[in-house]
C-alpha cells in the first residue's frame, strides 16, 4: 500500500515537473520567433538572403526582389513565408505606394 502511495506521488511529481518545462519551452520558442522576425531583427546584409527566400515562388522575381530589398533596408525586417505574415513587420507592413497600396510584397 506504501508503495503504491509512494508511487503516485512520484508520478505526478513528474507529471508536474514536465508541464512546467513544456511551458517555459513554449514562452522561449515564442520569444525567439518574435525576435527572429520582429522590427529590427536584420542586419542590412541580410537582407539579400531573405529577399531571396521571400521572393523564391513568385513569378514577378525582379520587381519582388527589388521591392522586398528596399523595405528591408528600411525596415531591417523581412516576414517569415513567401507571402502574408506581414503584421510581424509593421515597417514592412505599413509603408505604402502613392496610391496607398502595400510597397512591400
Do not use: I
Request: net charge positive; proline share 7%.
Amino acid at each position: 500500500m506504501a508503495m503504491t502511495k509512494l508511487a503516485c506521488v512520484l508520478l505526478l511529481a513528474l507529471l508536474g515537473m514536465s508541464m512546467v518545462a513544456t511551458q517555459v519551452m513554449a514562452k522561449e520558442a515564442q520569444f525567439h520567433l518574435d525576435s527572429a522576425y520582429g522590427p529590427g531583427s536584420l542586419k542590412s546584409y541580410q537582407c539579400s538572403g531573405q529577399c531571396s527566400r521571400r521572393c523564391k515562388q513568385t513569378q514577378y522575381k525582379k520587381p519582388c526582389l527589388f521591392f522586398c530589398n528596399k523595405c528591408c533596408a528600411k525596415c531591417l525586417c523581412v516576414p517569415p513565408g513567401f507571402y502574408g505574415n506581414k503584421q510581424v513587420c509593421p515597417c514592412y507592413n505599413n509603408w505604402k505606394t502613392k496610391r496607398g497600396g502595400p510597397k512591400c510584397p
